[in-house]
């Protein structure tokens, strides 16, 4: 092994447990005892902590990976990016470990344990860990978790979203599109898809900051009802609704989706179906239907999954997004047409994800001192993971997004146009 460097020590004993497993160890990794093992120039992950491999022996893979690294048991140093898709390669090479085979392994790395001081009781969560509790996706845990993730402050979310405010995927429509340029030609698609004018009726559910609220009235002189359950967006949306003029044609309620009320031409929700529930997904496709007048359009944005994890991950769940659950596209468009929807087309954005979330990068690392003072070093950590890993996702294909026209039947739609004529 010229082209690696190890030293007797902590490094080299964890190298002798785990290679048979995983081979060659892909990163370079150093010990707080000073031993080193890993190619020369990969990417380096530092254990500073006993607690880190703790916190891995009672929470093995990416959960406890993530705790230690938001507390500081673990760093990495330069390019997150290229760290965590080393790491994720070398899982997929490795392929999945047979229990028995993880069983030798514990046996053998008891010892290494002892002397590393890794055994010992289950470490407490991180603070920034969510804790969410009651039924699952009852109305008081659905506003614990949303609060959990959409509660850090507005003046978080001003510092890395773009001015339009808009927290979901863009669509760039040049190779030179600017974030916000990209939000803007998102939000007017979807008003086109829509079919919004003067007058027409919109419901947002889950209006988030009020970019597509704002961005139809102001635009498209549509009437909104915007509804949200986070009690800072709703006060946030209508200062922005005052400001702007638009008192006349917004109406900002706090209100749960399934307490929505009236009658619109349309309804919209972006990126928030993820947050619903797979039991309740019915319900939220539901609510949209009765929403809408016969012949109304329906547009949904929303993430998708493939794999094993149905939801966002285990550290998307106990950080960011408690109870998320995501599933593959064709899985969401049969809910719809079950609720009695007509699903008219869909439209794949994924690689769209990738340059917004760069651009989210961006403003985060141009801010982290302010965001360092906002929210404090643990949570820009869990932060910087997180957009780190959810480029990585859909740049890999491991996630997607769509937007989901439907319409209610019952009436003429006007939709005999090709799907892309928009």
Not at 121 to 144: E, N, T, W
């Amino acid at each position: 092994m010229s082209h690696r460097q190890r030293i007797d020590g902590l490094a080299g004993q964890t190298a002798a447990v785990l290679e048979p497993v995983v081979g060659e160890i892909p990163v370079r990794l150093e010990f707080w005892d000073g031993s080193v093992v890993g190619p020369a120039r990969g990417p380096i992950v530092r254990i500073t902590s006993p607690a880190a491999l703790r916190r891995l022996l009672w929470s093995p893979g990416e959960l406890g990976a993530a705790q230690a690294y938001v507390s500081g048991e673990a760093e990495i140093e330069g390019d997150l990016d290229a760290a965590l898709t080393t790491l994720l390669a070398a899982g997929r090479e490795a392929g999945p470990v047979p229990p028995a085979r993880t069983a030798r392994t514990m046996a053998r790395a008891l010892p290494l344990l002892i002397r590393a001081g890794a055994i010992g009781r289950r470490p407490a969560p991180p603070a920034s860990q969510a804790v969410v509790k009651g039924r699952l996706h009852s109305r008081d845990r659905d506003r614990a978790a949303i609060s959990h993730h959409y509660d850090l402050s507005n003046e978080f979310y001003e510092q890395i979203l773009d001015p339009t405010m808009a927290y979901s995927c863009g669509y760039y429509t040049s190779d030179d599109a600017t974030l916000q340029q990209a939000q803007e030609a998102k939000l007017s698609l979807i008003c086109r898809k829509l079919g919004l004018g003067p007058g027409s009726r919109l419901l947002d559910v889950g209006c988030g900051w009020g970019s597509l609220t704002i961005h139809a009235a102001r635009e498209f002189g549509a009437q909104v009802n915007a509804v949200t359950i986070a009690a800072e967006q709703r006060d946030f949306v209508a200062e922005r609704v005052r400001r702007a003029g638009l008192e006349d044609l917004v109406d900002v309620q706090l209100c749960d989706y399934r307490d929505a009320a009236g009658v619109y031409d349309a309804a919209a929700s972006v990126e928030m179906g993820e947050h619903v529930g797979a039991e309740n997904y019915p319900v939220f496709a539901g609510v949209l239907r009765d929403r809408v007048r016969p012949g109304g359009r329906v547009l949904i944005q929303q993430m998708s999954r493939t794999g094993r994890w149905p939801g966002g991950g285990p550290f998307i769940e106990s950080f960011i997004a408690p109870d998320m659950h995501m599933r593959p596209v064709g899985q969401t468009v049969d809910l719809l047409e079950q609720s009695g929807l007509e699903v008219r087309d869909v439209h794949a954005l994924r690689e769209h994800y990738v340059r917004t979330v760069a651009g989210w990068i961006e403003n985060f690392e141009a801010h982290t001192d302010r965001l360092t003072e906002l929210v404090g070093e643990e949570v820009v950590r869990v932060w910087r993971l997180y957009l780190a890993g959810g480029a990585a996702a859909f740049r890999d294909g491991r996630m997607g997004v769509d937007q989901i026209l439907a319409v209610r039947p019952g009436a003429p739609h006007g939709l005999d146009r090709e799907p892309r004529a928009w």
